[in-house]
């Protein structure tokens, strides 16, 4: 079976200036000519998506792993979860700090008979595996936090992506990452990575290391980035995938979910793959950091107009 890749790098509110989508692209390409070829070698789904997730938490551009935003009070918590469709199985970490891959607990976790960690429990497991201690703070996370902070200690939450201004400074591109994956012998698997909102309480739980975040069966695979409460809501990747694994095409799966979310006016987007090959991705945000490979060439979504928009491949 030809394999298929699709990527994302988050959702949220405008992208403009061309150095920023062109940077955006660059990382986003790079990922997906790296782990498409593990995938052609053989690579499994879900081996191919903890790749992707690494890479994509290794680039400070992406709001996961490092670079990840900083919350109410200043710290870093991340939370990733893995869901391999063949056996389906989820596992995840939520509000870990200190680590530079969450994707990798969340790896650890699939064979484990307990599989979703919160904090405690996170740095408990890290410590055990021996994971060196990280600090995924950058400079810019940090100047950000410090500029938007000042004087407005009410603000609700950070730009999920990137704000016209950063864009425009050419530092364009901050979102939660997401990787599904189908590969040579059908199997699909969805993984999904994120340092949260941005500004949000602590103990604030991300969509992104739950079923409504991040979910796959056999038939259908989905990672989806927004506004977690908004996805939590529509419990949007489960929604998706169970349409799916009942019989929906993917498109009208898509299409449905879509309709829904814009109707409740929801800000979040989604990436989604079947068995079939078919490949997908749905917003209702402004825009969505997305990149593609079906096999012959790979193609992007950062240049769509705002708005709700659902594409099938
Ligand atoms: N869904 C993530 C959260 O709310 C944020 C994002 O996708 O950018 O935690």
Redesign the pocket.
């Known amino acids: 079976m030809q394999p298929k890749l699709i990527i994302h790098g ?3 509110s405008s992208l403009h200036g061309k150095g920023g989508v062109e940077a955006v692209r660059k990382s986003l390409y790079s990922v997906l000519e790296e782990v498409y070829s593990l995938l052609l070698s053989g690579t499994s789904a879900k081996e191919a998506v903890i790749r992707g997730c690494q890479l994509l938490e290794d680039d400070p551009r992406f ?1 996961s792993g490092t670079g990840s935003v900083l919350q109410s009070d200043g710290q870093i918590r991340m ?1 990733a979860s893995l869901m391999d469709g063949a056996s389906q199985c989820f596992s995840g970490v939520i509000n870990v700090s200190r680590v530079k891959n969450p994707i990798d607990l969340a790896q650890f976790l699939q064979s484990s008979p307990d599989r979703v960690l919160s904090d405690s429990g996170s740095a408990e497991l890290a410590r055990e595996l021996q994971v060196p201690t990280y600090d995924a703070l950058t400079d810019l996370r940090l100047q950000e936090w410090i500029q938007e902070r000042q004087g407005n200690f009410q603000k609700a939450m950070a730009g ?2 990137a704000e016209p201004e950063l864009a425009e400074a050419g530092s364009a591109g901050r ?2 990452i997401g990787v599904v994956a189908l590969d040579t012998q059908g199997r699909l698997a969805a993984g999904t990575s ?1 340092g ?2 941005g500004f ?1 309480r602590i103990g604030r739980v ?3 290391a739950m079923p409504a ?1 991040n979910y796959a069966t056999r038939n259908a695979a989905v990672s ?6 908004d ?1 939590i809501d529509e419990c949007l990747a489960a929604k998706i995938v169970i349409r799916v694994t009942d019989g929906m095409s993917l498109e009208d799966a898509m299409r449905r979910s879509f309709i829904e979310a814009e109707q409740n006016k929801r800000d979040l987007g989604a990436i989604a793959l079947d068995v079939t090959g078919a490949i997908a991705w749905g917003k209702t945000s402004e825009v969505i950091l997305v990149a593609y490979h079906d096999g012959e060439k790979m193609a992007d979504t950062l240049e769509l107009p705002f708005g709700m928009e659902v594409g099938v491949i």
């Open positions: 988050g959702a949220g709001n939370s999920v992506v979102g939660t994120t949260g909102k949000e991300s969509d992104s975040g989806c980035t927004g506004i977690g409460e996805i």
